[in-house]
């Protein structure tokens, strides 16, 4: 059982960063395989991107490549998703979410996580 705090989301500008984070309560985090999920008002829950327990392993929606950076600190468990050139498509409440792997691969399907964070909301305005 892990719970997952997310953190970071507020209000930017089109073009700004922003870099958020999941703090995972869980005692032994390098065991899971963490990944941020979005939605948007009026849409459905879509996947962001997701890490492998050891970090090696990344993997990213197509709508956030180059723009994303999703990372993690086993040492402080946390798993951070560093965000850049905002626009307002991003617009979004962001979630965090975790699975038991220890394995290379990296999952794309809320199906494949059974343990979801409160959320943030990041409001991107043009």
């Known amino acids: 059982q892990v719970q997952l705090v997310e953190s970071g989301g507020g209000l930017v500008q089109a073009g700004d960063s922003l870099r958020l984070s999941c703090a995972a309560s869980?005692?032994?985090?390098?065991?899971?395989?963490m990944a941020w999920f979005r939605q948007a008002p009026g849409k459905d829950r879509e996947f962001v991107a997701a890490?492998?327990?050891?970090?090696?392993?990344?993997t990213y929606a197509d709508s956030v490549v180059g723009r994303v950076t999703i990372s993690r600190d086993n040492s402080k468990n946390t798993v951070y998703l560093q965000m850049n050139s905002l626009k307002s498509e991003d617009t979004a409440v962001y979630y965090c979410?975790?699975?038991?792997?220890?394995?290379?691969?990296?999952?794309?399907?809320?199906?494949?996580?059974?343990?979801w964070g409160q959320g943030t909301q990041v409001t991107v305005s043009s």
């Open positions: 869980a005692r032994t985090v390098s065991a899971y395989e």
């Open positions: 890490i492998s327990w050891y970090g090696g392993n990344t």
């Open positions: 979410a975790a699975t038991v792997s220890r394995t290379t691969l990296v999952y794309s399907l809320q199906s494949q996580y059974p343990y």
